[in-house]
Structure formats: structure tokens, C-alpha cells
């Protein structure tokens, strides 16, 4: 058994656990042996030391799937063989975001990779409640997008989308492409914007209506025809640059709305009067609100396939080579998964 940690900064190690004791279920948790995990950029964020919220050392990881090997007492519903994805969303049940059923952000909020050890080890105890059964016939590797298609589902929960929208995504990395493949289901037309060309290319291969590369031409410009003039009726920032929220702002169309994933602590210098005179939506959105079963209904329909942004698969033992690639080549990489097989 190993696990893979972040000792601290920069330092990532392979743990050999297989001199521990095995790790039984407590009563209410079920023992995963993972089998698929997705490196995720907050995932390298722990890794250079940039997340506020991890403490070190830290097993990372929080997009995996396994299948589950032993129950604790008091769970029912779940066996020893079940195929599994796991919702890494840790709530208490209890406070006010809890009870009005927004437990992502719980203010007690635990995540598994980043306020507790996550997925990247061979096995993990999780609560019951966060292991979600798949299907034993789909294969770990798609099970595990299931929770980055889940902060997708979450913002356009947030904002609503429609076949009568004109969307622009800011961003055509991991979470930009999702958006882009989710808000399609609706009908709506969706424009991708980003800096890197081959970026874009890929997204236009996943259907964007038309890409912009906003360092070759001013986004606002660029937008100022869509929605018969008057620009994007839904923004969903992606990117975190700093400025992104100001400019959404400024271009998004009367009755607007504004979905926030970026995760940047700069300063936005907003004008209210814009928020005011178009009365625009401004929503932000973390994490996810129980809507992995959504990311795995629409993989289990067909309506999406997220093989295609799965571009690199490690063995678990070769983590430190997957986190080299992804520095060294990013426009190489979408989804680097890691292969806990035996």
C-alpha cells in the first residue's frame, strides 16, 4: 500500500504503506481501494505551496474512483465489490449552508487532498455518504471525471443556462472545457476564449462556436456582436487572471449573469454602476453540491464523453513524472490521471 504526499512545498514522496496496520472503516465510512485518480490544478497549487487551505504533510487528490473492500456498521446500501466514485465534499450536516442544502460550502467545509488526506494512496476511508455507486461496467478512469464535471454542473446550476444563450467561457483548460461540453446540453451557443491557440483549437473540436485568442484581439471587441449586440447573456469565468471579473462586467449583456470559478485573491476594481445599470447576476461557485450523480448520468447517456479530455495516464508510482509534465508541456496535458492498479 502507498500514498503519495506533499511533505511540504515542492517535496512530493511515495509512502510505503504496506508495514501499516490496514485502515478498517470506522462505523458510517466504507474502505476504498482506489483504482483512477485526476491530478487537479488546486492538486499543484498544493504543491508549489500556492493553496491557503492545505496543511502539510498532505496525501492530495480528489478526483478518484475504486471500488469499495470493507463497510463500517450503520452502512447500508453499499457492498464490498460496489464500483465507486467518490464525492470529496466533507460537510457537517448542521449549519446554515448545510441545512438550506449548500453544503460545499459548509462551515465546518473538509475536502478531501486539502483540509484531510485525499485519493492518492491505495486505500482511503471516506464517509458512506460520499461514495457514490457507478455502474461496474464503466471504467474507473471515466468515473473519476465525474467530480471535475461536477464544478460545471455546479456554476451553471448557479447561473442557469438555456438554449437562448450566448455564453462565453474565460478559459480553455480542464474546468473551461467542462463548462463548455455542459452548458452545449442546453442548446446554448458557447464562445471560448484564452490565450493559447492550441487551447482553442481544442476547444472548437469540442464544439465551442468560435474561439477568441483575446491577447491577438480585445475580448470586448471581439464579443460586442454576439446576442444581437448586445454582448454574452452568461460569463463564466474560468481562468482566475486577475481583471476577468472587471471586463465580464463591462461586456455581458443586460439581465447578464456572471458565474465565478476563478480563484484569485487579487483585487478587482468593479464598478457597481455596471453591476447596477445592466442588472446583472453575479454568482460565485466552489466545489460542488451533491451533483456527481448528474456528471455520471451524463456520461452513462452518451451525452458526454470524457475520454477525450483525458490525455495522459501514470502509474501512481511515476506521480512525480505525471506533476513534471504538467509543468514542463501544460499544453500537452487536460486530465493527467494516475493508475493505482495492482
Same mark, same amino acid.
Given at each position: 500500500? /502507498? ?8 517535496? %512530493? ?17 466504507? %474502505? ?5 485518480? =485526476?491530478?487537479?490544478? /488546486? ?10 487551505? +492545505? ?13 469499495? !473492500?470493507?463497510?463500517?456498521? =450503520? ?31 459548509? +462551515?465546518?467545509?473538509?475536502?478531501? *487532498? ?8 491505495? &486505500? ?48 480553455? =483548460? ?10 452545449? %446540453? ?6 471560448? +476564449? ?12 469540442? *464544439? ?38 472587471? !471586463? ?8 447578464? &449573469?456572471?458565474? %465565478? ?35 455520471? *448520468?451524463?456520461?452513462? /447517456?452518451? &451525452? ?15 506521480? +512525480? ?22
Amino acid at each position: 500500500m /502507498s500514498a503519495i504526499v506533499v511533505e511540504k512545498p515542492h517535496t %512530493l514522496a511515495i509512502r510505503d504503506e504496506s508495514l501499516a496496520p490496514a485502515p478498517g472503516p470506522s462505523p458510517g465510512e466504507v %474502505l476504498v481501494r482506489v483504482r483512477r485518480a =485526476g491530478i487537479c490544478g /488546486s492538486d499543484i497549487h498544493i504543491f508549489h505551496g500556492t493553496n491557503p487551505f +492545505a496543511k502539510y504533510p498532505r496525501v492530495i487528490g480528489h478526483e478518484f474512483a475504486g471500488e469499495i !473492500e470493507a463497510v463500517g456498521l =450503520g452502512v447500508t446500501g453499499l457492498s464490498p465489490g460496489d464500483h465507486v466514485v467518490v464525492d470529496p465534499v466533507v460537510a457537517c450536516g448542521h449549519c446554515y449552508p448545510c441545512r438550506i442544502g449548500r453544503p460545499n460550502v459548509c +462551515a465546518n467545509l473538509e475536502v478531501m *487532498g486539502v483540509h484531510r488526506d485525499g485519493g492518492f494512496r491505495t &486505500r482511503l476511508a471516506i464517509p458512506a455518504a460520499n461514495a457514490i455507486r457507478i455502474s461496474p461496467e464503466m471504467p474507473f478512469g471515466i468515473a473519476a471525471m465525474a467530480e471535475p464535471f461536477s464544478i460545471a454542473a455546479n456554476v451553471l446550476s448557479r447561473t442557469g443556462v438555456s438554449d437562448t444563450d450566448t455564453v462565453l467561457v474565460y478559459g480553455a =483548460g480542464m474546468i473551461g472545457l467542462t463548462v463548455l461540453l455542459a452548458a452545449r %446540453l442546453s442548446g446554448a451557443r458557447v464562445v471560448v +476564449a484564452d490565450i493559447d491557440d492550441a487551447r482553442l483549437a481544442r476547444a472548437a473540436a469540442m *464544439g465551442a462556436a468560435r474561439t477568441i485568442n483575446s491577447r491577438a484581439t480585445p475580448l470586448a471587441e471581439a464579443v460586442a456582436d454576439e446576442n444581437d449586440g448586445l454582448g454574452p447573456s452568461l460569463i463564466i469565468e474560468a481562468a482566475g487572471a486577475p481583471g476577468l471579473f472587471e !471586463e465580464a462586467t463591462r461586456i455581458a449583456s443586460p439581465a447578464g &449573469r456572471i458565474g %465565478l470559478l476563478g480563484f484569485t485573491a487579487t483585487p478587482s476594481p468593479v464598478t457597481q454602476q455596471d453591476i447596477v445599470k445592466k442588472e446583472l447576476t453575479i454568482a460565485g461557485s466552489r466545489l460542488n453540491r451533491k451533483l456527481l450523480p448528474q456528471a455520471i *448520468g451524463w456520461f452513462e /447517456s452518451g &451525452r458526454i464523453d470524457p475520454a477525450t479530455l483525458i490525455t495522459q495516464v501514470f502509474p501512481a508510482k511515476d506521480a +512525480a513524472a505525471a506533476f513534471d509534465l504538467i509543468a514542463r508541456d501544460p499544453a500537452s496535458t487536460v486530465k493527467v490521471q494516475l493508475d493505482f492498479a495492482d
